[in-house]
């Protein structure tokens, strides 16, 4: 969909299907937009060129510990400044197809390709019709992590182009009036004037056809979910994505390969999908200036004797075993191996020495953007359709009378369900801490299943009323046994080193000149949306200013 296109589209229809608020202006700016590569060519445009891992020894000016939304736009951003970057990542490059040709597993048929180190698969949805889905898998540095810690489940996304590889898209910018809340110390003018545009342009945010969206079957199911709101009073938004959906509609009628619309999501998607990989990554690698390290996990920044930090890094193989280590230096590092993996760093290096100064904010603040899922079991003349595109592009907003935003979820089973599935997002106010076990030598986090009954108490003002209306009843068999709510997870980790706090207002962390974060980390547990435009959209803020101010 081209620009003017999608400007088109947002200008002349979505307000009267009420399109999030405050976004159609947004996607209206396209101020300072890379250039992004087509989503149908994801499987080539991972890796255009074929980087060198760096070796031990080697001086860099700035290191970027991750690959996800921060750390690209700080890369990208940091090349087109003239500035040589060296990318860090723990996982896979995803830039070579299996056995079967493709690069990714199917949702339905995971594989060794689908977790992390895992010898068995932890799907969100555990059960399904009285039986339990996961199965064994080989060990593997597999494209989504299901880390079990403090009662919580966190998913990530492990592999160059981190959390977007195995996200759904959902590029929602937060409503305005709600934003003070989200990030009190950042002026909200210049983000919604200024960062939000230029991250929507960058990431290639476009919105879905509503007029075929109406007669398309694969959205039969979001169309339920709309009916089911609406008659129960309740807003059901269009939000914008990061699908090519002028792909979907080629998949649709047969003449590409089927990627959303044959259920792929969960492990990453073969085509369709704007991942980083073809948008900021693909931008930051054209310009020569940024080469990437995958299977390379840090392990110390300390600060070295002739200035800069050394940095010890882990050199892994397919199996998560380390095969080499390496000590590099750096002039300047950015932390940005997402909320959970920079939070962890940074704890385990204040508690062991390594970055002493850092202050006592580090570790906390971190939340689970209110995360709850729950499934509703409709009547027969409900059905919600055995096809079903794995790309979400609605939900229900009770933000302001309820405290819930829940996305109209997919259940890509390929057989009829009869059933409605949700994500919803809450202003759940539980936060937790990272802390440090020296005896257990790890970090550990403090969450406790218990917090997560805010997040259902709000869901509910949304399903219980539905569920009057409609005469139905949630589903008991898709979390265990008699269980409705998914209160165990989290696909939206966010804070433990937050703005204004941590570090200071542009991410600079307190104690140590030239270290900075620059991912969810920032970000004090909740946005009220989907978080990875906020992600973007603070980062390019960020980096703007220590490109004028530090370098």
């Known amino acids: 969909m081209s620009d003017k296109s999608l400007n088109s589209k947002v200008s002349d229809g979505v307000s009267r299907r009420g399109f999030l608020a405050g976004t159609g202006s947004i996607l209206g700016a396209m101020a300072l937009a890379v250039n992004t590569v087509p989503a149908r060519a994801a499987t080539t445009a991972a890796a255009a060129a074929s980087d060198t891992p760096i070796g031990s020894g080697a001086h860099v000016p700035v290191l970027v510990i991750g690959s996800g939304y921060g750390g690209s736009v700080a890369a990208l951003r940091l090349a087109q400044a003239g500035v040589d970057v060296h990318m860090v990542e723990m996982g896979m490059a995803w830039d070579t197809p299996g056995s079967d040709g493709k690069i990714f597993a199917n949702t339905t048929k995971p594989d060794y390709r689908s977790y992390w180190l895992r010898t068995r698969t932890k799907a969100p949805l555990s059960n399904f019709l009285g039986f339990p889905i996961d199965k064994d898998v080989p060990r593997y540095t597999g494209i989504l992590d299901a880390e079990e810690m403090g009662g919580i489940i966190v998913y990530q996304g492990r592999g160059v182009g981190g959390g977007s590889l195995v996200n759904g898209g959902m590029a929602v910018t937060p409503k305005r009036q709600n934003f003070s809340a989200i990030l009190p110390t950042v002026d909200a003018e210049e983000m919604y004037s200024t960062y939000y545009p230029r991250a929507n342009a960058a990431l290639g945010v476009g919105l879905i056809d509503p007029n075929w969206f109406e007669t ?3 959205y039969q199911f979001a169309r339920v979910g709309r009916k089911h709101a609406q008659r129960s009073g309740f807003p059901f938004v269009f939000v914008p994505d990061v699908y090519d959906w002028d ?3 080629q998949e649709v009628a047969g003449t590409v390969p089927k990627s959303a619309v044959d259920g792929e999501i969960l492990y990453g998607n073969n085509a369709g999908k704007k991942s980083l990989q073809q948008t900021y990554i693909a931008a930051a690698r054209a310009t020569g200036k940024v080469t990437v390290s995958p299977l390379h996990r840090v392990t110390t920044v300390s600060p070295s004797g002739g200035g800069g930090y050394t940095v010890a890094i882990e050199q892994l193989n397919t199996t998560g075993d380390t095969v080499a280590t390496k000590t590099v230096t750096a002039d300047r590092v950015f932390f940005a191996a997402g909320s959970v993996g920079t939070s962890k760093l940074l704890v385990r290096l204040k508690a062991t020495g390594a970055l002493a100064n850092l202050n006592g904010e580090i570790g906390k603040g971190w939340g689970d953007n209110g995360n709850v899922m729950c499934g509703r079991a ?10 079903q595109a794995s790309i979400p592009c609605g939900g229900i907003d009770n933000w302001d009378a309820g405290g819930a935003f829940a996305e109209v979820a997919p259940l890509p089973t390929g057989i009829e369900t009869y059933a409605s599935f949700y994500l919803s997002i809450t202003k759940n106010p539980n936060r937790a801490r990272f802390t440090w076990n020296a ?5 550990e986090l403090d969450w406790q299943t218990a917090w997560k009954q805010p997040s259902i108490d709000m869901a509910k003002t949304i399903f219980d009323k539905i569920n009057s209306k409609e005469g139905t009843i949630y589903r008991t068999d898709l979390f265990g046994t008699n269980k409705i709510w ?6 939206h980790p966010l804070g433990g080193a937050v703005l204004g706090k941590a570090t200071d207002n542009y991410g600079r962390l307190h104690g140590y000149s030239g270290l900075y974060v620059i991912d969810g980390a920032l970000i004090p547990g909740n946005t009220s949306v989907n978080p990875f435009v906020t992600i973007t959209a603070l980062a390019e803020r960020n980096i703007e200013k220590i490109i004028a101010t530090d370098l």
């Open 216 to 218: 398309v079957d694969c």
């Open 247 to 249: 792909y979907m509609k």
């Open 378 to 387: 409709n009547h027969m003349w409900d059905p919600t359709g055995k096809v």
């Open 439 to 443: 005896a257990a030598n790890k970090v």
């Open 486 to 491: 998914g209160d165990h997870l989290t696909y």
